[in-house]
Nanobody, 125 residues
Framework: QLQLVESGGGLVQPGGSLRLSCTGH????????IGWFRQTPEKEREGVSC????????TYADSVKGRFTLSRDYAKNTVYLQMDSLKPEDTAVYYC??????????????????WGQGTQVTVSS
């Protein structure tokens, strides 16, 4: 069974940092494109960052550019999302997803094949 398991969410004050982890179980992430998405009850699922294996590019949503960093540790079969300078509007459930075709896009979450269970990030004083 292919699974993505996320961890690292929690409560943090504005300006603080969190690092989310996403580990593949039952498959290797080496050849998969990876995306990080977030969702609140008030909004549709939003693409945050993605890594395309096709061309190696990493893309960030304008709202997180310069504050969030996506990275991969192939030895650990894990993808990270380092989130710095967090703002209250970053509060959401964060999901990682894997695209078997190797692509990675912020705009078409339906192209991803495997999703994690989500981890809550709350930014509040």
């Amino acid at each position: 069974q292919l699974q993505l398991v996320e961890s690292g969410g929690g409560l943090v004050q504005p300006g603080g940092s969190l690092r989310l982890s996403c580990t593949g179980h039952g498959f290797t992430l080496d050849y998969y494109g990876i995306g990080w998405f977030r969702q609140t009850p008030e909004k549709e699922r939003e693409g945050v960052s993605c890594h395309s294996k096709d061309d190696g590019s990493i893309t960030y949503a304008d709202s997180v550019k310069g504050r969030f960093t996506l990275s991969r540790d192939y030895a650990k079969n894990t993808v990270y999302l380092q989130m710095d300078s967090l703002k209250p509007e970053d509060t959401a459930v964060y999901y990682c997803a894997a695209d078997a075709s190797g692509g990675g896009t912020l705009l078409r979450p339906n192209e991803y094949d495997v999703w994690g269970q989500g981890t809550q990030v709350t930014v509040s004083s």
